[in-house]
C-alpha cells in the first residue's frame, strides 16, 4: 500500500503564522520543562543527585542529537517536502517508510550499545566523582538510553508534519514528556514518604523521563494518520530519495558528532569542578536554550520547509526571505540577551529558588546564564542561516563551520574555566562560566562564518543596520527601566518581583519599538 494523503493539504501559511505556531508549540513545552526544572530543583538543588540526574540526562543525548530532530531536518525534510510539492506522494510515502525503518535500526542499536558501555562511560567521564555517585550515574543512564532512542522516532514524526505544515502538534508533543517526569518525581516522593533527595527519588524522574518519551510518541501518531495512511516500513536503501538522504545525512551527522563531542566535553570538565557545576549548567542552559528555541528555532523549523520549496527561484528572493526571517529573530533575540545579562538573578530565583536550591545558587546560575547570553543572538541566528543551507541542499558548509566553532569553544572554555573556577558564593564556583564564555565565542565565530559563506551563495541577506540599531535602543531603554523598578520595589517573593521587573521591561521595549517603527516594520515585512 502507498501513501493516500489528504486530498485538502493544508495551506502555506504566512511566514510569522508559521513561525508563530513553533513558538507557541515550543513555549508551552518550555514551560513545562521550567515547571520540571523547579521540581528538580526543590528535591535536588546542586547536590550529588542532581549532578548525577544532569550527567544521565545528557550521556544518552547524544542519541537524539546525532539522529534527532537537526539531522532529520537537514537531510529528510527537504526531500520529502520537495516530493510533496510536486505531487509525487507515492514516492513521498515510500521515502518516509524507509527513513522510519533505517532511524529505527540505527537509534536502537546505539541505545542497546549505550545500556552495553554505561559503565565505561561514567568511569571515563567522571573519574573524579565518588564511587557511590557513579553508580548512580550508570543507573540514570541505562534507563535513559532507550528513551532518547523513542525521542529520535518522534523526531522523524516532527519532520513529518513540519513538511505537511503541522508545526504546532509536534513542538507541542515534549509537554507528554514534561508532564510524566513531573508526575514521576511528585510521586515518588508521595510513595516513599520523602521530602528532599534520594536515590529512588532521582531514579523515579529517570523511569518517568523514559514513560514521558513513550508517551510524546503516542500523542503524535493520531495526527500522522491523515498524511501517512497506508505507508510501509522498510530498510530499503533503494527507495527514491533514500540515497540522497544518506549523502546528505553523513556530514550533518559528522557537524552533530562534533557538537556532541563538545558537549561531553563540557561534562567531562565540569566533572572535574567542584561539586555542583554540572547541575548548574544545566539549570542555565534551560533558560538560555528558551529564547533560541521561541525564536531561533521557531524561524528556522518553519522556513525549512518553504526554503525547500523555493530552491528553484532566483537568489535574490531567498536572501529576501532569509533577511525578513533575521530580522524576526533579532528583533526578539536582542531583548532576551540584555535581560539574562541584566536581570537573569531575577529570573533565576523565581524560577527554581526553592527547597534545596538557595540565594547562592541563584547567583551562580545566573553568572553562568550571563555568559551563555553573550552569545544568545548568534546561536539563534545561526540556526536561520544552517537551515537555509540545508534547503539548498548543502550540508557540508555548516558542518565544516561547527567542527571550528565548537574547538574555538573548547579552547577558550579551558583558558578561562579554571580562574574563574577560584571564585563563587558558598561552597559554590564559577568555573561553569568560563565553559559558558567559551561557548558564546565559538557561537559567534559560527555565524560569521555562516553569514560570509551564505553571502557567497544568494548575496546580502543580513537584519539590516538600522532595524538592529532600533531594536538595540528599545532594548536597552527596557532593560533601564526594569531595573529602575528593580530598586524601588520592597523585598518580596521572587515570582512577585519576577513579575514586577519583567512586565515594565517586555512593556517598554514593544512600546518603544514601536514609536521607532520597528515592530510595524518587522508585521509588514512578514506579510510580504
Partial sequence: MTIRPDPRPEPAPG???????????????????????????????????????????????????LLGEGTLSASMIPIYAEMIEEGREEDAARFAGAALGILTVVAGSLALLGWLIAPWLVALF???????????????????FPMTGVLVLSAWALGILNSHRRFFISYVAPVVWNVAMISAVIGGAVYFGLQAQSRDLVLALAWGGLAGGVLQL??????????????????????DGVQEAVTNFWPVLAARGVINLSGWIDMILAGRLRDGALAVMGYAQTIYVLPISLFGMSVAASELPELSRMRGEGEDVIAERVSRALRRVTFFLI??????????????????????????????TWAVLAAYALGLPASASSRLLSSTFY???????????????????????????????????????????????????????????????????????????????????????????????????????????????LVPFGVVYLAVAA??????????????
Avoid at 130 to 138: F, I, P, S
Avoid at 228 to 236: A, C, E, P, T
Fill in 335 to 364: 531583548p532576551s540577551t540584555l535581560a539574562c545579562l541584566m536581570l537573569g538573578d531575577v529570573l533565576v530565583s523565581a524560577l527554581y529558588q526553592t527547597g534545596e536550591f538557595g540565594a547562592a545558587q541563584s547567583l551562580v
Fill in 126 to 144: 567522571f573519574a573524579a566523582w565518588d564511587a557511590e555517585k557513579q553508580a548512580l550515574t550508570v543507573s540514570l543512564v541505562r534507563i535513559l
Fill in 218 to 239: 503516542a500523542f503524535q501518531i493520531p495526527f500522522l494518520v491523515r498524511y501517512m495512511r497506508g505507508m510501509r516500513v522498510s530498510v530499503g536503501r533503494g527507495v
Fill in 391 to 501: 534547503a539548498l541542499r548543502d550540508t557540508k558548509t555548516p558542518a565544516r563551520v561547527a567542527y571550528l566553532r565548537v574547538a574555538v569553544s573548547a579552547v577558550v572554555g579551558v583558558a578561562l574555566m579554571i580562574p574563574a573556577d577560584g571564585f563563587g558564593f558558598s561552597n559554590l564556583r564559577l568555573g561553569a562560566a568560563g565553559l559558558a564564555l567559551g561557548a558564546s565565542v565559538g557561537a559567534w565565530l559560527e555565524y560569521g562564518l555562516l553569514r560570509r559563506a551564505l553571502g557567497r551563495r544568494i548575496g546580502s541577506h543580513g537584519p539590516g543596520g538600522g532595524s538592529l540599531s532600533k531594536v538595540a535602543l528599545a532594548a536597552t531603554l527596557a532593560t533601564a527601566a526594569a531595573i529602575g523598578v528593580q530598586l524601588v520595589v520592597p523585598t518580596a517573593h521572587p515570582i512577585v518581583i519576577a513579575l514586577e521587573t
Fill in 15 to 65: 511566514e510569522a503564522r508559521a513561525a508563530a505556531r513553533v513558538g507557541a508549540g515550543i513555549f508551552f513545552s518550555r514551560i513545562f520543562g521550567f515547571i520540571r526544572d523547579r521540581v528538580v530543583a526543590y528535591y535536588f538543588g546542586t547536590s550529588d543527585f542532581a549532578d548525577a540526574w544532569r550527567a544521565g540526562l545528557r550521556m544518552p543525548n547524544v542519541v537524539q542529537n
Fill in 515 to 528: 514609536l521607532l517603527g520597528e515592530s510595524i516594520q518587522l508585521r509588514r515585512s512578514a506579510r510580504t
